[in-house]
């Protein structure tokens, strides 16, 4: 009994070093990976096996050591056996809760896969058949958002390289999301740190600034919050700041999303921190649960199971097309869905967004399975309340109709953006950008998403529109919005003007006793090349509240 009391004190010690050890490694791995308490998180299982292993090294590296100095043998004279005998004797705990929650990971794998569960997945997204024209309403030429990612971020670039007490210390976040702010399309982000030197100098008073650009005008607004009171809390921040790591320390079993930066109807600067939650199984099922929304200048933060109206993305497109993608592949099975494959569609390779009801729409299009160059039809989904809606409609892919619109400027190799989706005259339109080699939007260009081979293309959105009215009109579309597609004016001209734009010469036409002229480019109209003052013409027209309007076509009378 004198002999064993030694031993089991040394036992003790041993564990308590163990346990020691393996809390201040667990501490240091949860600061740095911020890992979620909770067993639907694969990153929880990662966790546990480095606790796991820390304690099972430490033990076997004490307990060699104890033996060293007891029995005084040397550490290259343990054997196989002898290293196996001190694993049993101070790692069976971590090794049993290790196998535990390896099977607890691969059982809960096995049981959330899509094999066994296809008829679940399948109901993640609920989606209703919709009625695109009465839907989608028609929008003025003036308030189409003609800004995509790539030019904001040029401009927001360009912005804060003209603010000299900014553009040295901070820089633009590449974010730049598109949310509604008092119902009109912008995109906002944040400006960010320069480096960890910068932070250090700037941190007391925060990030100073976002910027709001606007996705009509293409204006671009820098905020600036109150002295003292700058963005805090951020991706960019580091220690208790750094946002992952705030969210982490007051919700440690959420699992979350991307966040997503917004301001609110007040401009008050916010990150949308979704919730996920694994609805099937252990790992199955992705969706959202309400968000954490944190006040970027205080830290403040509250979890809404149903998130305020003024917040728009709540749900990813990534996570929306994916759940479309097991709606549309799985509906009728997951063993039919690789062979025979009736009825399986698939979401397109890209999407966009449309601004609607003081909300944000994703939209991508949806295509079968066997890879072809046409949709079947296409979903907007609210991103705010997951709300889903197919639209059945045979016409080109986003990329065919891009093709389709370099195609027509492919002298001046132009490149596409990826297309926004437009109700034009009841006629469900692709509206795309065409940008010159540095990135500058020199063109526009619509393409009927059912008749692809109708496209029309323009230097401004008004010249656009005006020629593909023209062509909806020559292939008798469009007459159901119940809109006059142009309207028709007969007079005398009393001055004409002309202009070079982007290589084109365009005809400015103004006709007796009006202010009102009427552009129309030469490549489009030869008859603008030969009409002179006195000549008595029949101008077509796309009606608009502007001095200048745009002709689609100009007819001289003799």
């Not at 869905?337 to 939209?363: C, E, H, L, P, R």
């Not at 639209?391 to 990826?418: D, I, R, W």
């Not at 009841?426 to 065409?434: H, N």
Request: glycine share 8%.
């Amino acid at each position: 009994m004198r002999e064993a009391t030694p031993k089991r004190m040394g036992r003790i010690k041993q564990t308590l070093i163990c346990l020691a050890v393996t809390l201040i490694v667990g501490l240091i791995y949860f600061y740095l990976e911020l890992p979620a308490i909770n067993i639907h998180s694969p990153a929880f299982y990662t966790f546990v096996f480095v606790l796991c292993a820390v304690y099972c090294v430490t033990a076997v590296f004490t307990a060699r050591i104890g033996m060293e100095v007891e029995d005084r043998m040397p550490l290259q004279s343990i054997g196989v056996r002898e290293f196996f005998a001190m694993m049993k004797r101070h790692c069976l705990i971590p090794f049993f809760l290790l196998l535990a929650l390896l099977v607890l990971y691969l059982g809960g794998s096995l049981f959330s896969s899509v094999i066994l569960r296809a008829g679940s997945y399948t109901k993640l997204l609920t989606v209703e058949n919709g009625d695109f024209v009465n839907d989608v309403e028609e929008i003025s030429f003036d308030q189409i958002p003609m800004l995509d990612k790539d030019s904001a971020s040029k401009l927001g670039d360009r912005k804060l390289g003209e603010l000299s007490d900014m553009v040295s210390q901070f820089e633009v976040s590449d974010q730049y999301n598109q949310i509604n702010y008092n119902g009109h399309p912008v995109r906002v982000t944040m400006l960010e740190y320069g480096d960890l030197i910068k932070w250090f100098t700037n941190r007391k008073n925060g990030i100073p600034a976002y910027l709001i650009i606007d996705m009509v005008t293409q204006n671009v607004d820098v905020v600036r919050l109150p002295e003292g009171s700058g963005i805090k809390y951020s991706n960019s921040e580091h220690f208790g700041r750094l946002l992952m790591r705030h969210l982490r320390f007051n919700y440690p079993t959420f699992m979350f999303d991307t966040p997503m930066f917004e301001i609110n109807d007040q401009g008050e600067p916010y990150w949308i921190c979704p919730k996920l939650e694994k609805t099937i199984g252990l790992f199955g099922g992705t969706d959202i649960n309400g968000a954490v929304l944190v006040n970027a200048v205080t830290g403040e933060s509250q979890y809404y199971e149903e998130v305020p109206t003024w917040v728009d993305r709540l749900y990813s497109a990534e996570l929306i097309m994916q759940q479309y993608d097991y709606h549309g592949q799985y509906q009728n099975g997951f063993i039919n869905s690789i062979f025979g494959q009736k009825g399986v569609t698939v979401t397109t390779s890209g999407y966009n967004y449309i601004a609607m009801n003081d909300d944000v729409y994703v939209y991508t299009g949806v295509t079968s399975v066997g890879g072809d160059q046409s949709n079947v039809g296409f979903i907007l989904t609210n991103q705010r309340t997951k709300e889903t809606r197919y639209y059945p409609c045979a016409g080109a892919t986003e990329y065919s109709a891009m093709s389709s619109a370099e195609g027509v400027v492919q002298h001046l190799n132009y490149k596409a953006t990826f297309p926004l989706l437009l109700n034009i005259h009841s006629e469900p339109t692709y509206f795309i950008a065409l940008k010159d080699n540095a990135g500058l939007v020199k063109m526009y260009a619509m393409v009927n998403v059912q008749q692809y081979q109708i496209v029309a293309t323009g230097t401004s959105v008004s010249e656009c529109s005006a020629n593909y009215s023209k062509l909806l009109t020559q292939n008798n579309l469009g007459e159901e919005s119940g809109n006059p597609l142009a309207d028709e004016v007969t007079g005398t001209i009393a001055e004409i003007r002309s202009a070079v734009i982007a290589g084109n010469t365009v005809f400015y036409i103004r006709l007796e006793n009006s202010r009102t002229f009427y552009a129309v480019a030469a490549s489009a109209n030869e008859t603008a090349v030969i009409l002179n003052v006195g000549d008595r013409v029949v101008i077509q027209f796309t009606p608009d509240e502007n001095e200048i309007l745009s002709a689609i076509s100009i007819e001289r009378q003799k």
